[in-house]
């Protein structure tokens, strides 16, 4: 089943994480980048009085709807039917692709193109299209960049943010030419150029393309209306041009009334791309005669998110817009770039979505939600305020809790020796003594240094303070008798 | 005001100096502490570790140990917000008493920022993540170290970013917590600080670790310490 949710074969968090932690072009393309958008969105949220009521609402909204969905999803689809669209029900990546598969296949066609979406990177769509002998042009930029580049997404807005310019002008000069119109001989690493010479090898597909498939950003179950937010207008020449339009779209991406758009298109411009309003904000219900595309699709993904939402802590997860605020101010993200989180959703969203929608016995999932100091930023960031440290430490939980068998594991029996010790005051007290002459054995100049075994790693970079020759309780105790136990 | 003390596992087996030092400051300030000898720990590292089951028994430890207490307090940001914010989803039975780490403390409960401290240092203040995103402590702690006399305060760049340390992250994730302490101890050193300070020690035994181990002369000490300091002491 091609799913991208989770990429074969990469490592779990810290083996990733090392590799990528060692690429300075990457550590640099990061700072850059982040640092810029943070800037942008403070400024852009701050400037609003009622930006906190506004989170208020988008969060209200997202769990109102979350908790009434299957309702609003019979609505939409009646809706979007009366308008002349066609619904279609995926439980998994598997049978979205088919769906997707054989309806471009019904069209004759060999070509499609695509707008930027999240959900069909999920499900692995290009692959599965590929094998079917249909080729699918994305024709977002950063898309473009990743697709001519044969790279993976790092980043769920910019998912070529981890390439420089330098870098995306011989992605342009070495695969254009295979893929469509090749790119100019003297091409620059200037934006322009490498824009135009995008335009230029773009406008050729778009003027081609009888087919094309989008994601959605929201879907209105009173009015049947689908809508697509982007920036640069590709994704509006792909709704608009070809004949056939097919949007696969996550359930939870449902709202319940047109009017709830008035909330959540003031937020997600301001967190995701730190601008007062999106370019393009393409809307579109059913089909209508003589504009546009004369044949509209809708299909409505699950792959894994009804699981999700039977879990009563993990399930706010589901509320995200992916507006990417998360990442970007994430102080693990900002180091480490979106590919060590294995997945087409990397970040903090990523370390809370990705384990959900996989389940936790999946081990390079398992590590996600450990892939965090628990800082807090994410949440602090998110415009639909999701609780994102809460669902890591319940995730870390259920991973803990998966993993315990019959045979506990080293860490297990670590933990459980700890808390015996942390439990009681008396064993403390001894654990205290025991640690302080350890830790003068191991010491020299007051000071701990390199350490085998566990706190290897620790103390590798670090020096360590000797416990004390006194703990506290036991001062206390000495200077001001027993007080009250 | 009668206040009772969180010491906290950490502090009373590493950094006992820190409790005294709380100690000091609030009879100074003409308060009566008392320190339950049943405290424990209040199992935040088994908590977000993934090891509930573990975690739980000390949270009704903590809740019977404090039991009755008007106020508690604790030289710790994060172990403050683990009570606060996660004991009732921990053992939705129990019922702690209010706990305020120090800065909240002296500040919201005391109602006082001028601690007749003495302390001729250049000093950086750098905000623990859960003193800040948690607690929401604010500018509370920096009010109390600007009332400090002698002390020469810097701001820390990039403050308000994680150090990197995180727990068992430090060690599960050890790669990604030095590349973020790396860039923690560049914007100490750019201070041109001789001492760090924070109000956690696990955040400051994590950056200062690493600043002992680089040689660069910048130590570490817990805000309490600097409160507590008076002219006259060594
Ligand atoms: S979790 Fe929140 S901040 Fe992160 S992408 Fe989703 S909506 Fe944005």
Same mark, same amino acid.
């Given at each position: 089943?091609?799913?991208n949710?989770?990429?074969l074969?990469?490592p779990a968090?810290?083996?990733?994480a ?5 690429n300075?072009?990457l ?6 980048a982040t640092?810029?958008i943070r800037?942008? +969105?403070?400024?852009v ?11 208020d609402a988008?969060?209200?909204?997202k769990?109102r709807t ?8 019979v609505r939409l689809?009646?809706?979007?039917t009366k308008?002349?669209?066609?619904v279609?029900?995926a &439980?998994?990546?598997?049978e &979205?692709n088919?769906?997707?598969t054989?309806l471009?296949?019904? @069209?004759?066609?060999t070509?499609?193109?695509k707008?930027k979406?999240?959900a069909?990177?999920?499900i692995g ?6 094998? $079917?002998?249909i /080729?699918a042009?994305?024709t ?9 580049g044969d790279?993976r997404? /790092?980043?769920i ?8 310019r ?7 000069r070495g695969a254009?030419g295979?893929?469509g119109?090749?790119? %100019? ?6 934006p322009?150029d490498l824009a135009e010479?995008?335009?230029l090898?773009?406008?050729? !597909? ?11 950003n929201?879907a209105a179950?009173?009015t049947g209306?689908?809508?697509?937010v982007? *920036?640069?207008?590709n994704?509006r020449?792909c709704?608009t041009?070809?004949e056939?339009?097919? @949007?696969?779209m996550g ?5 319940p /009334?047109?009017?709830d758009?008035e909330?959540?298109?003031q ?5 995701s791309?730190?601008?007062r ?8 219900t059913? @089909?209508t005669?003589?504009?546009g595309p004369s044949?509209f ?5 699950d ?7 039977g ?9 995200c817009?992916?507006?990417s605020?998360?990442?970007n101010?994430?102080?693990?993200y900002e180091?480490t770039g979106g ?5 087409v959703?990397?970040g903090p ?5 990705t384990?959900?929608?996989?389940g936790?016995a999946d081990?390079q999932?398992?590590?996600?939600p450990?892939?965090s ?5 994410c949440?602090d960031?998110?415009p639909?305020k999701i609780?994102? %440290?809460e669902v890591?430490?319940?995730l870390?939980a +259920?991973?803990?809790d998966?993993? +315990?068998? %019959? ?7 670590v933990? !459980?020796?700890a808390?015996m010790?942390? *439990? *009681?005051?008396?064993?403390l ?6 640690g302080?002459i350890g830790?003068?054995l191991v010491?020299?100049?007051?000071r ?7 706190l290897? +790693?620790?103390s590798?970079t670090?020096d360590?303070p000797?416990?004390?020759?006194? $703990?506290?309780r036991?001062?206390?105790q000495?200077?001001?008798g027993?007080?009250?136990? | 005001m009668r206040i009772?003390l969180?010491i906290?596992c950490f502090?009373d087996t #590493? ?5 005294k ?8 300030l003409g308060?009566?502490?008392?320190f ?8 935040? #590292?088994?908590?977000?570790t ?6 739980k028994p000390? =949270? ?7 039991a ?7 030289p710790s940001?994060?172990c403050a917000?683990?009570v606060?914010d996660?004991?009732?989803?921990l053992?939705p039975?129990v019922?702690p008493?209010? =706990?305020y ?8 409960v005391l109602?006082?920022?001028d601690v007749?401290a ?5 000093v ?9 995103r ?9 009010k109390?170290?600007r009332?400090?006399?002698g002390?020469?305060l =810097?701001?820390?760049p990039a ?7 995180g727990?068992?992250?430090?060690l599960k ?7 973020m302490?790396?860039?923690? #101890?560049?914007h100490?050193q750019?201070t041109g600080?001789?001492v ?8 400051? #035994?994590?950056?200062?670790g ?8 910048v130590g570490?000490r817990h805000?309490?310490e600097i409160l507590?300091?008076?002219?006259g002491d060594?």
């Amino acid at each position: 089943m091609p799913d991208n949710v989770t990429w074969l074969g990469t490592p779990a968090f810290p083996e990733a994480a090392r590799t990528a932690l060692g690429n300075n072009q990457l550590r640099t393309n990061l700072r850059k980048a982040t640092g810029t958008i943070r800037d942008k +969105r403070l400024a852009v949220t701050g400037e609003l009085a009622d930006w906190e009521q506004l989170r208020d609402a988008g969060a209200a909204l997202k769990l109102r709807t979350l908790r009434h969905l299957d309702s609003h999803l019979v609505r939409l689809e009646e809706a979007v039917t009366k308008a002349g669209g066609t619904v279609h029900w995926a &439980a998994d990546a598997a049978e &979205a692709n088919r769906i997707v598969t054989e309806l471009v296949r019904a @069209t004759g066609q060999t070509e499609v193109v695509k707008v930027k979406s999240m959900a069909t990177a999920e499900i692995g769509l290009n692959e599965a299209l590929a094998e $079917s002998g249909i /080729s699918a042009y994305e024709t977002d930029l950063a898309e473009l960049i990743v697709q001519l580049g044969d790279d993976r997404p /790092s980043h769920i807005l910019v998912p070529a943010i981890h390439r420089n310019r330098a870098e995306i002008r011989e992605i342009f000069r070495g695969a254009m030419g295979e893929w469509g119109r090749a790119a %100019p001989d003297d091409l620059t690493d200037e934006p322009r150029d490498l824009a135009e010479a995008a335009r230029l090898h773009l406008r050729e !597909k778009f003027l081609r393309a009888k087919v094309a498939v989008s994601g959605a950003n929201f879907a209105a179950a009173d009015t049947g209306t689908v809508g697509v937010v982007e *920036s640069e207008g590709n994704g509006r020449m792909c709704l608009t041009l070809p004949e056939t339009l097919i @949007t696969v779209m996550g359930i939870e991406k449902v709202l319940p /009334s047109f009017a709830d758009l008035e909330v959540f298109l003031q937020l997600l411009p301001r967190s995701s791309t730190g601008e007062r309003m999106n370019p393009y904000t393409s809307m579109w219900t059913g @089909t209508t005669e003589g504009d546009g595309p004369s044949d509209f699709h809708l299909v409505l993904l699950d792959n894994g998110r009804t699981a999700t939402l039977g879990d009563e802590v993990g399930r706010q997860a589901l509320g995200c817009i992916r507006c990417s605020a998360c990442l970007n101010v994430c102080p693990v993200y900002e180091r480490t770039g979106g590919h060590a989180y294995g997945s087409v959703y990397p970040g903090p969203i990523g370390a809370v979505l990705t384990p959900q929608l996989v389940g936790v016995a999946d081990k390079q999932a398992a590590s996600l939600p450990f892939a965090s100091t628990l800082c807090g930023a994410c949440y602090d960031a998110c415009p639909v305020k999701i609780n994102i %440290p809460e669902v890591l430490v319940h995730l870390r939980a +259920r991973a803990v809790d998966e993993k +315990r068998g %019959p045979v506990p594991s080293p860490e297990t029996l670590v933990m !459980k020796a700890a808390a015996m010790t942390l *439990s *009681s005051p008396r064993r403390l007290g001894w654990a205290q003594r025991f640690g302080a002459i350890g830790g003068r054995l191991v010491s020299r100049g007051g000071r701990i240094g390199r350490l085998p075994g566990p706190l290897k +790693r620790w103390s590798d970079t670090r020096d360590t303070p000797v416990p004390a020759r006194e $703990s506290f309780r036991a001062w206390w105790q000495r200077t001001r008798g027993e007080g009250r136990s | 005001m009668r206040i009772a003390l969180f010491i906290t596992c950490f502090n009373d087996t #590493m950094f006992p100096d820190t409790g005294k030092a709380v100690v000091r400051l609030l009879e100074r300030l003409g308060h009566t502490v008392d320190f339950p000898a049943g405290q424990a720990c209040c199992g935040q #590292m088994h908590f977000n570790t993934g090891y509930r089951r573990e975690a739980k028994p000390m =949270v009704g430890r903590f809740a019977e140990a404090f039991a009755g207490y008007e106020a508690v307090v604790t030289p710790s940001g994060s172990c403050a917000g683990m009570v606060r914010d996660y004991h009732k989803v921990l053992d939705p039975e129990v019922d702690p008493p209010p =706990v305020y780490e120090l800065s909240e403390l002296l500040v919201d409960v005391l109602g006082v920022t001028d601690v007749g401290a003495y302390f001729p240092h250049r000093v950086t203040y750098h905000p623990t993540c859960h003193s800040l995103r948690m607690l929401r402590v604010g500018d509370k702690p920096l009010k109390l170290l600007r009332a400090v006399r002698g002390i020469d305060l =810097v701001e820390l760049p990039a403050a308000e970013s994680c150090c990197g340390f995180g727990g068992t992250f430090a060690l599960k994730n050890a790669d990604t917590s030095d590349a973020m302490l790396a860039d923690k #101890m560049r914007h100490v050193q750019s201070t041109g600080a001789e001492v760090l300070t924070a109000g956690d020690n696990s955040c400051l #035994m994590h950056i200062g670790g690493g600043l002992s181990r680089l040689r660069t002369g910048v130590g570490t000490r817990h805000l309490a310490e600097i409160l507590a300091a008076q002219e006259g002491d060594a």
